[in-house]
């Protein structure tokens, strides 16, 4: 079983060779790594690279001439990920927050026929977010996880997660690559449209970590795309 692990970046130079060497050691078969990087500045692309030479059947790269969103990152390495055969496509972040130990659990969850995603989960039990972040911060993500699911019943505990494990013909079945949404209401609309072709989410508690190295990319805008998306979702209009 291929498994594939997309890792976009932007400016991640010192966080992206710390990911891999995690991913790396993980007892996990036939495991890649494919990292998008959208033209960071601060010469990722080129650690990429170097990673990539150093490990050539493992890590691969996609470079992007622009920074145009998190979703369109995804989408770019997700449809290259499926391209090159991969029977399973992992969304993981650069920064560290997600735990790559994780991910063996998350397979196993995967295996069952009925699951077509599963989820990194900070609000299952067992699941926990950073101590670092501020109050404010912690009652932001659960407002926004209980936001989403008030109005389009996704039946998740964390419906803004990031840290997901794909089957491939679940991935076909939602057609990602049309997915229009960027930024983090992407996360949202690959599980509503999952949801909605009749595939079951299934969640796995992680301990979500801050990052201690480079700046966060949530912008207004970002914040407030994720907050019309689910109600774009629902009445079923164009994104």
Same mark, same amino acid.
């Given at each position: 079983? /291929?498994?594939?692990? +997309? &890792?976009?970046?932007?400016?991640?130079?010192? #966080?992206?060779?710390?990911?891999?060497?995690?991913?790396?050691?993980?007892?996990?078969?036939?495991?890649?790594?494919? &990292?998008?990087?959208?033209?960071?500045?601060?010469?990722?692309?080129?650690?990429?690279?170097?990673?990539?030479?150093?490990?050539?059947?493992?890590?691969? +790269?996609?470079? /992007?001439?622009?920074?145009?969103?998190?979703?369109?990152?995804?989408?770019?390495? =997700?449809?290259?990920?499926?391209?090159?055969?991969?029977?399973?496509? =992992?969304?993981?972040?650069?920064?560290?927050?997600?735990?790559?130990?994780? =991910?063996?659990?998350?397979?196993?969850?995967?295996?069952?026929?009925?699951?077509?995603?599963?989820?990194?989960?900070?609000?299952?039990?067992?699941?926990?977010?950073?101590?670092? !972040?501020?109050?404010?911060?912690?009652?932001?993500?659960? !407002?926004?996880?209980?936001?989403? #699911?008030?109005?389009?019943?996704?039946?998740?505990?964390?419906?803004?997660?990031?840290?997901?494990?794909?089957?491939?013909?679940?991935?076909?079945?939602?057609?990602?690559?049309?997915?229009?949404?960027?930024?983090?209401?992407?996360? &949202?609309?690959? #599980?509503?449209?999952? =949801?909605?072709?009749?595939?079951?989410?299934?969640?796995?508690?992680?301990?979500?970590?801050? /990052?201690?190295?480079?700046?966060?990319?949530?912008?207004?805008?970002?914040?407030?795309?994720?907050?019309?998306?689910?109600?774009?979702?629902?009445?079923?209009?164009?994104?």
């Amino acid at each position: 079983m /291929r498994v594939t692990v +997309v &890792v976009p970046t932007y400016n991640e130079r010192e #966080n992206l060779p710390v990911a891999v060497e995690r991913l790396t050691a993980l007892p996990v078969p036939d495991l890649h790594v494919l &990292v998008v990087d959208d033209n960071s500045p601060d010469g990722t692309g080129e650690v990429a690279d170097k990673l990539a030479a150093e490990l050539p059947n493992t890590v691969s +790269v996609l470079h /992007r001439t622009e920074k145009d969103g998190l979703g369109r990152a995804y989408i770019a390495g =997700i449809t290259q990920a499926l391209e090159e055969g991969a029977d399973v496509v =992992i969304q993981m972040d650069a920064d560290l927050s997600h735990p790559a130990e994780v =991910i063996p659990a998350m397979l196993e969850q995967l295996s069952a026929p009925e699951v077509g995603v599963v989820l990194g989960s900070r609000y299952v039990p067992g699941g926990s977010t950073a101590e670092e !972040w501020k109050w404010y911060r912690k009652a932001l993500s659960a !407002w926004a996880n209980f936001y989403v #699911n008030l109005i389009l019943r996704l039946g998740v505990k964390d419906a803004t997660a990031g840290f997901k494990a794909w089957k491939a013909p679940t991935l076909r079945d939602i057609d990602v690559a049309s997915i229009r949404s960027n930024g983090y209401s992407f996360q &949202v609309e690959m #599980n509503y449209r999952a =949801i909605k072709k009749g595939h079951r989410i299934a969640e796995v508690p992680i301990r979500f970590e801050e /990052r201690t190295i480079g700046a966060s990319k949530m912008s207004l805008k970002v914040q407030l795309e994720s907050a019309l998306m689910p109600w774009k979702l629902l009445f079923g209009r164009s994104v």
